[in-house]
């Protein structure tokens, strides 16, 4: 039997009890003379009047309104919790963002510097090759000077790599 059965059988026993104007629920005395029981059961039964299971019954489910107020609040709490390690860790990729790019900016200065020390070395290569006849009818170093034909190659391959658009 669950509490709301229970509840209605008290309740209707109470609106029995006002409609043939009992004022009170079965004494002890009442009991042990309709049942023949001992006295330990007639005093049982009269302590449980309808009004005392009522109030058991309130009790018990305000003790279970607490306890999912409670599973509330603990749900609160472990969402509050979530969201601070979350916060958290969210701060900590900033941060990290903040390094990374600070260390991209560095390599970028790094990569101009470098793009800038091929340029000048290229020019300084196809400078000397003009003066001293080594480029062919395109004004590239001929293939007659391999080595610094190779230079060259490889500057123009080293610039095109990395290239930004």
Not at 67 to 87: C, N
């Amino acid at each position: 039997m669950d509490n709301s059965e229970l509840k209605a059988l008290a309740e209707a026993a109470i609106e029995q009890s006002d409609n043939i104007g009992e004022a009170a629920w079965y004494t002890a005395d009442c009991l042990q003379h309709l049942l023949s029981a001992g006295a330990p059961d007639a005093e049982f039964i009269a302590a449980t009047n309808p009004a005392v299971v009522l109030g058991l019954i309130a009790k018990l489910d305000e003790a279970n309104k607490r306890i999912m107020d409670l599973l509330s609040v603990a749900g609160v709490f472990s969402a509050v919790t979530e969201r601070d390690t979350l916060k958290a860790e969210n701060a900590q990729l900033k941060k990290q963002e903040i390094e990374l790019k600070a260390e991209a900016e560095q390599l970028k200065a790094e990569c101009e510097g470098l793009r800038a020390a091929l340029t000048a070395s290229r020019d300084f290569v196809m400078h000397e090759a003009e003066v001293r006849g080594f480029l062919d009818e395109h004004d590239k170093v001929s293939h007659r000077h391999p080595k610094r034909k190779e230079l060259i190659d490889s500057i123009d391959a080293a610039m095109g790599k990395g290239e930004l658009s």
